[in-house]
Structures are given as structure tokens and as C-alpha cells.
């Protein structure tokens, strides 16, 4: 082969080379400045792109703040350099270097190149069960930000926090995410509040909010409510009175459960129901989450059933969760012991009944059937019998023990770790 003939194939190749590239890349603007004719869209975001319709099914990423197609590569794709493969895929973005928070960004399995494996055909009954593989693939980012869609939680979720008693690293703790987050709490003072849950995304078909469901909210980033932050669901739902003394306690607040914030804009963000042990409604008010910790509690603890006085503060059970006059292991009971009574998380509590005035209980027959005997009692028995039971004065009768999980001004929540009686509205409770 001549120089020129070599020469010549060597520009042939190039130009195929060059075609091929250029033909399979679209052309990539500059930077430049940020796009203009920006315009609000109905879920309140700004964008200058005119946003497609997705179907439901579709793999999409909405874009959060600092979102490049660089990072979305890295992240779904394992590799950063494939970003023209998720731009080639919304074509309605013009200048792949502006995108705006909001947007959807459609995602897909990047193609596989240059594998050698032969070509494998495909029979119609395998092509279905090739494409419901596919839909398994769960697309999300690691840090919580993910598709506006419901989720259930997992069965092994469920089950640990339905455990109320539980064992870990040799160390035995009271309490759940039920009884921490899902139970409620007492203050004398009224809670000042101004985020509430104004709406709800399917709000026009379905009133009880539960987990999973899409809310939104009446702050936005300018009063520092940023995606990722976390708010506690409450409810205020009355006043607490002590049952023996009249004093007023406080107020009840219910809680409903926990939301994370999606998507924040100026005044307003859009949230996710995370955890729920009730109904949430359109109204309910939220308060900054905070993490609170399990009450560990003694291996060897044993209740004990005949507990004289100790000296220490006393109150009353005045109030049972759900609203009931009485209750049993492991439910949650709230005492009118606050932060005045020396009262703290992990204290023993022992729940005591006393007795009144005797009541006679009437017999169902009589015990005696003999004809020749008629039945009296002299005058002086009689009258001491009555001396003895109008003054009597008998110990506490303990009903059962409980844990205090948490401690308010007025009021304490705690729950039954065991008892031999029902515990009722009244009762009274004394630290151990």
C-alpha cells in the first residue's frame, strides 16, 4: 500500500469516526447565564422549561437544590460520565446545565456497551416476565429524597416497634416508637404553634391521613423549613383534671406521628406522612422533631406487692391513653408527678389503691339451713364489729408498677411494667 493510499483510508476512517460520534452526541451549549422567562408551575416552583407529562410508572427524580445531571448520573447510573444518557432522556431540557428544583428528571437503566456476549432471542412468553424484572428496580437517592410516591413500611418494622418491652446487648428497655412518638403528652401551659397541615394531595376523595400520604404545609424556606427537616403530627384535644383533688393539670395534646418535608419553597412545602399510630387531619399542628431515647430499665426488677409509704412525692393516675378509665400491662397511664415533684425518666412509680368505708356485700342465700336455729349477734359484737370497720385503717393495696418515659412541668407519662389489678382513673402513685 502506498503512503498516499495509507494516507487516504487513514482520513476515510476519521470522517466515519467523526460522523458517528457527533451523530450519537447532541451538541452541548455553554454555560452562559441562567435561563430567563422563568414560570410558576401549579405545584409553586419556577422553571423555564415547558415540563412533559410522565406516566405514573416512570422512574423519575425530582430536583432538589445543588442537583447536577452530573450527580444524578453518579448516583443512579454508578457513573457520573453517563449524564448525557439521562439528558438525552428529557429532551425538554434545553441547556443541560440549568436545572431547576422542581423538575422532574426521567431516569433509566443506562445501556450496556461493549459486552460481548451473543445475542439471545427472546420467545413472547419471556419478553413480559424481562419487563416486570425491570419495574422491581426501586430508584430513589440515599438520602431520603424520593419520588412523591406512597410507601408501606416493612413487616420487620412493624414488629420491632410494636415491642414495648425489649431486650438489647444485655439490656432490657421500656417503651417504643408507639409510646415516644404516637402516645401524647401533658403541659400546663397552651403549646404556641403556626405550622399546621393545610392540605393534603388526595385530600378531595380522602379525609384520614395515614402513613405513606402526601401533606402540605404552611411554611416554606423562608421561615428555615428546609427538604429533610422532620415534624412531630399534634392534636390538642382538651384539659386534664386530677380526679380526687379537682386541681386542674394541664393540656392534653395528641400525637399522631411523624412527617418529613419533600420539597420546600418560599411559604409553603410539600411533605411526607413517615410514621402514624392515628388518623392524621388537615388542621393538625406540628412541632419541631427532636430524638428521644428508650428508658433502660433494671434486669432485676421485681414488683413490689406490699410497699409501705416511702416518703416520696405522691400523685394521682390522671389520665389513660385512648381515653380509658382503666388499664393494664404495658399501656400508657400520664401522673400528675411533673418536674416539681423530683420526678425523673427511669423512676419506678408504684400504683396503690385506698380503701374507704367498708360496704357490706349482701349473700346470695343463707348459709345457715338448720329449722332449730335461729340466727343473732349479741349487742356488744355488734356494736365493736361497727366501731371497727367505720374506723378501720388498712395498708395500700399496690395495683401494679410503672416506668416513667417522659416528664412535663405538671405531668409525667409513664407505662405499666406490671400489675396484679386493673388501674384505674384515681389511683394513686408514688416514686418507688
Known amino acids: 500500500m502506498t ?11 476519521f470522517s466515519l469516526f467523526s460522523f458517528f460520534t457527533f451523530s450519537q452526541n447532541p451538541k452541548i451549549p455553554p454555560k452562559g447565564e441562567p435561563l430567563k422567562g422563568l414560570k410558576k408551575c401549579s405545584d409553586g416552583h419556577y422553571t423555564p422549561y415547558n415540563l412533559p407529562n410522565y406516566p405514573k410508572d416512570a422512574k423519575i427524580h425530582i430536583v432538589k437544590s445543588g442537583d447536577t445531571l452530573w450527580d ?5 447510573l454508578n457513573n457520573p460520565y453517563l449524564w448525557p444518557q439521562i439528558w438525552e ?9 440549568w436545572i431547576y428544583p422542581g423538575d422532574p428528571i ?24 424481562k419487563k416486570a424484572k425491570t419495574k422491581m428496580v426501586k430508584m430513589e437517592k440515599p438520602n431520603g429524597i424520593e419520588v412523591l410516591k406512597r410507601t408501606i413500611r416493612h413487616e420487620e418494622e412493624k414488629t420491632q416497634n410494636a415491642l414495648l418491652i425489649h431486650k438489647r446487648q444485655n439490656k432490657i428497655y421500656y417503651g417504643s416508637k408507639r409510646e415516644l412518638y404516637g402516645t401524647g403528652f401533658i403541659t400546663k401551659e397552651m403549646v404556641k404553634m403556626d405550622a399546621f397541615i393545610i392540605g393534603a394531595e388526595d385530600e378531595d376523595h380522602e ?10 404545609l404552611n411554611k416554606g424556606m423562608n421561615q428555615n423549613v428546609v ?49 402514624a399510630t392515628d388518623a392524621a387531619f388537615i388542621g393538625d399542628g406540628l412541632l419541631n422533631y427532636e430524638k428521644k431515647n428508650f428508658i433502660e430499665g433494671n434486669r432485676n426488677y421485681k414488683m413490689t406487692r406490699f ?10 393516675v390522671v389520665f389513660i391513653e385512648n381515653y380509658k378509665t382503666f388499664a393494664g400491662q404495658e399501656e400508657v397511664i400520664y401522673l400528675d408527678l411533673g418536674k416539681n415533684s423530683g420526678i425523673k425518666p427511669g423512676d419506678y412509680v408504684s400504683i396503690y389503691t385506698r380503701y374507704g368505708k367498708y360496704k357490706v356485700k349482701g349473700e346470695l342465700g343463707r348459709t345457715i339451713s338448720q329449722t332449730n336455729f335461729k340466727p343473732s349477734k349479741a349487742k356488744d359484737f355488734k356494736k365493736q364489729q361497727k366501731m371497727a370497720l367505720k374506723n378501720r385503717n388498712i395498708p395500700r393495696v399496690i395495683n401494679g408498677d410503672a416506668i416513667v418515659l417522659e416528664v ?25
Do not use: W
Open 3 to 13: 503512503k498516499v493510499t495509507k494516507v487516504f483510508t487513514l482520513f476515510i476512517l
Open 72 to 76: 444524578l448520573a453518579k448516583t443512579y
Open 89 to 97: 432522556k428529557n429532551p425538554y431540557i434545553t441547556n443541560p446545565h
Open 106 to 129: 426521567l431516569i433509566e437503566k443506562p445501556a450496556v456497551i461493549g459486552t460481548s456476549e451473543k445475542k439471545v432471542e427472546t420467545t413472547p412468553e419471556k419478553a413480559p416476565e
Open 207 to 216: 379525609r384520614y391521613l395515614g402513613e405513606g400520604e402526601i401533606v402540605y
Open 227 to 275: 427538604p429533610g427537616a422532620k415534624f412531630e403530627i399534634i392534636r390538642n384535644t382538651g384539659k386534664v383534671f386530677n380526679p380526687i383533688t379537682k386541681k386542674f393539670v394541664g393540656y392534653y395534646y395528641k400525637q399522631i406521628g411523624i412527617l418529613k418535608v419533600l420539597i420546600s419553597h418560599d411559604t409553603n412545602s410539600i411533605a411526607k406522612i413517615e410514621y
Open 307 to 316: 410497699m409501705e409509704d416511702t416518703g416520696k412525692a405522691t400523685g394521682n
Open 408 to 432: 412535663y412541668d405538671t405531668a409525667c407519662k409513664a407505662i405499666i411494667v406490671e400489675n396484679r389489678k386493673p388501674i384505674h382513673i384515681g389511683d394513686y402513685a408514688q416514686i418507688k
